[in-house]
C-alpha cells in the first residue's frame, strides 16, 4: 500500500512560500487561516465569497501546484453554490472542498449540519458548475459530533455515489475511522491530520487544517510574552 500524501494548510503568503521546498502533492488554502491572515480571526465564515477568492488568486501566483480551496458550505444557497465554485475554480483552485455544515459555515467543533438535501442540493450545484475535467469537488462530513457513527455512514455511502474526487472525515477518532474504512467505497477517503496522527490503513490522504499556523502561533506568544513593555536607561547613563 503506497503511502497517504499530506496537504499542508496555509493562509498566507509567507507560508506558502515556505512550502514551496516541500514535496507535497498540494496545499490546502484553509478558510480559518486565510481569515486569520486578513482579519486576524480564524473563522472561515468571516470571509465573504469574493475576499476568499481574491486571496486565492494573489497565492496562485506563488506556486503551481494544486491548491485545495476552501468552498465553505457553498457561501449560501445551491445557486450560491454554483456561483461560488466558478469564482473559485478561475481564481485557482484545483480542488474544492465542501462542507456538510449548515450556511453560514464557521469553524468550529461541533458545526450545525445541513439536511442531506440541501446537501446534495449543494453538491450537485459544485459539480454542474466546474469547468475544467480535471478540477475535483471533495465533500466534507462534519457531522460526527452532532449526528453520530450511524448518520454518518448512510451520507458516506450516498456521497460515494456522485462523482467526485473525494470524501474528506473531520472530528473523527480510531473507532469511527475503522468503521468508516470498512464500508464499501469508491472514491478517496480523506481525513483531518494532528501532528500526532499515525498512518492508518484505508486512509488515501491527510488534509493539515493548520499544524504550521499553530506551531508558529505558540513560539509568537512565547516572543510578545518576552518582549519587554519599556527600555530602562543603563544606570551609567543616568550619573
Known amino acids: 500500500m503506497e503511502n497517504a500524501p499530506l496537504y499542508p494548510a496555509f493562509g498566507s503568503g509567507q507560508t506558502l512560500a515556505l512550502l514551496r521546498d516541500h514535496a507535497a502533492q498540494g496545499y490546502f488554502m484553509a478558510g480559518s487561516l486565510a481569515a486569520d491572515t486578513l482579519l486576524g480571526v480564524r473563522d472561515a465564515g468571516m470571509l465573504s465569497c469574493s475576499e476568499y477568492a481574491a486571496h486565492l488568486r494573489r497565492m496562485r501566483l506563488l506556486t503551481d501546484k494544486p491548491i485545495i480551496a476552501d468552498l465553505q458550505s457553498g457561501f449560501g444557497n445551491p445557486m450560491n453554490t454554483y456561483f461560488a465554485t466558478q469564482e473559485l475554480e478561475r481564481s485557482g483552485a484545483n480542488r474544492l472542498i465542501l462542507s456538510d455544515q449548515r450556511y453560514p459555515a464557521h469553524t468550529q467543533d461541533c458545526p450545525p449540519i445541513a439536511t442531506d438535501v440541501d446537501f446534495l442540493g449543494k453538491l450537485h450545484a459544485a459539480l454542474d458548475a466546474v469547468d475544467d475535467e480535471n478540477t475535483q469537488i471533495w465533500a466534507l462530513l462534519e457531522g460526527m459530533p452532532t449526528q453520530g457513527l450511524e448518520t454518518t455512514m448512510a451520507k458516506l455511502a450516498w456521497v460515494d455515489q456522485l462523482p467526485i474526487g473525494g470524501i474528506v472525515i473531520a472530528h473523527w477518532d480510531r473507532e469511527i475511522l475503522m468503521a468508516l474504512t470498512a ?21 488515501d490522504g491527510w488534509l493539515d487544517t493548520g499544524y504550521l499556523a ?11 510574552t518576552n518582549l519587554p513593555a519599556e527600555l530602562a536607561l543603563p544606570k551609567e547613563v543616568l550619573k
Request: glycine letters at 6%; proline letters at 12%; hydrophobic letters at 40%.
Open 214 to 224: 499553530d506551531t508558529a502561533g505558540n513560539w509568537q506568544r512565547q516572543l510578545i
Open 183 to 203: 464500508m464499501p467505497h469508491q472514491h478517496r477517503l480523506i481525513a483531518t491530520w494532528q501532528p500526532n496522527v499515525p498512518a492508518f490503513p484505508g486512509i
